[in-house]
């Protein structure tokens, strides 16, 4: 007998949200369960103050690809806002990517040749294979960025110092040898006028929802509705943990209202010394040039995860990329598709998660195009 549903959508995230959107579009019936109490994953914003603060980290969307890119314009316009963080180093401003306002700010010089000189003289400090991240850090951008911009910083990300590090971790630090602070190098990027939660809902559409119940507690029940699953939780929770536990890095974050109308100056401040517990400072209103009276600001932590705390970031090294196989092995013999950043166990940016999704809707024979 045919199931009240065609799809089971497990997660509101952003990847659902696009297979919910192809679905409608074919005429398929959805719902979606969601653990949380609100749909959109970690693109979700809660309003303060009258502004759209990114609840699960700053998020600002880029891209390259012309068909995501018009795809997301034709349910909300995109502002014009281009990320440009500044680093903060013991009161020091330094632009973000390293460029040549990093550098004249650094050494009070003019041209890309004086810049290139310093950095050539800096990186010879280290000769023979790097023995580890700092020294592999060295050798790509010289002892002052390293020392001002990159030790601080990645010693609080990792909760190690950068000698214990390998130095596989960076593989290239971008040197621009212009004075352009776009951190991105993508042809397209902005953020949704209104805010996330405006594209999300509007991926959605009319699809049923179901908020605040864990899949994994209701599976058998839920399972007899509908005739396929999309799954986008951790792959290793939908085996309830059989092979062992992914590691993810966790985040902490602490949000503050503050009684004036701009703190920072900008939307991303990070900050480069080891002494100051923060990675960085989002002041949310500069996302969308919020002129509010009041401002909110974010002070994000980096965190060591253990299971029950959210998991941000995969940690794709060998051992977790063996157990990862592992598990994708057993998704094999499920009649279930495993998709997004935690069904796939993989970091992937909001566009990427786009394309992924847009794939897995042709697959099902919901979408035609050139994806
Ligand atoms: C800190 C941070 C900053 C980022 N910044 C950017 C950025 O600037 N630009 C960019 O392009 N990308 C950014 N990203 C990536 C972006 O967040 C992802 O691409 C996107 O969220 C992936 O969507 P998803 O649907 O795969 O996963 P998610 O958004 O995680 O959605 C999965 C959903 O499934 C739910 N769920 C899990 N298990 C269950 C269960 N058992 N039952 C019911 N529901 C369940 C979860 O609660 C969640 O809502 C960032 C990511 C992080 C972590």
Request: a neutral charge.
């Amino acid at each position: 007998m045919k199931k009240k549903y065609d799809y089971l959508l497990v997660g509101a995230g952003l990847f659902n949200a696009v297979f919910a959107h192809f679905a409608a579009k074919a005429g398929k019936r959805c719902f979606v369960v969601e653990k949380r109490n609100h749909i959109g994953g970690n693109l979700h914003c809660e309003e303060i103050e009258g502004i759209h603060v990114h609840q699960y980290g700053a998020h600002i969307f880029h891209t390259s690809n012309r068909e995501v890119w018009t795809f997301v314009n034709s349910f909300v316009e995109m502002n014009r806002f281009t990320n440009a963080p500044m680093a903060q180093y013991k009161g020091e401003m330094y632009n973000l990517p390293f460029n040549m306002n990093t550098f004249s700010r650094m050494w009070g010089i003019r041209t890309p040749e004086e810049a290139e000189a310093i950095l050539a003289e800096q990186r010879r400090v280290i000769s023979g294979e790097p023995r580890n991240l700092e020294e592999q850090a060295i050798r790509l951008v010289g002892t002052d960025i390293y020392t001002k911009l990159i030790k601080g910083y990645t010693e609080k990300q990792w909760g190690r110092d950068c000698r214990e590090l390998p130095a596989f971790i960076i593989k290239r630090l971008p040197v621009r040898l212009t004075y352009d602070n776009n951190y991105f190098n993508d042809r397209y990027q902005g953020i949704p006028e209104g805010g996330y939660n405006v594209l999300i809902e509007a991926l959605f559409g009319d699809c049923e929802r179901v908020l605040g119940v864990d899949y994994l507690s209701h599976r058998g029940e839920l399972d007899q509705q509908a005739e396929q699953v999309i799954y986008t939780g951790p792959i290793d929770a939908y085996f309830d943990y059989r092979l062992g536990s992914l590691s993810y890095r966790s985040l902490r974050f602490e949000t503050e209202v503050l009684n004036l109308p701009n703190w920072q100056g900008n939307a991303v401040v990070n900050y480069t010394e080891r002494e100051v517990p923060w990675t960085r400072i989002i002041e949310h209103k500069h996302f969308e040039f919020g002129r509010q009276e009041k401002t909110v600001i974010t002070r994000e932590y980096p965190q060591d995860w253990e299971p029950g705390m959210e998991p941000y970031y995969p940690v794709n090294d060998e051992k977790n990329q063996a157990l990862y196989a592992a598990y994708r092995k057993l998704g094999e013999a499920e009649r279930v598709i495993f998709g997004g950043r935690l069904g796939e166990y993989r970091y992937y940016d909001m566009d990427k998660v786009i394309e992924r999704a847009m794939e897995c809707a042709k697959a099902c024979g919901l979408k035609r195009g050139t994806l």
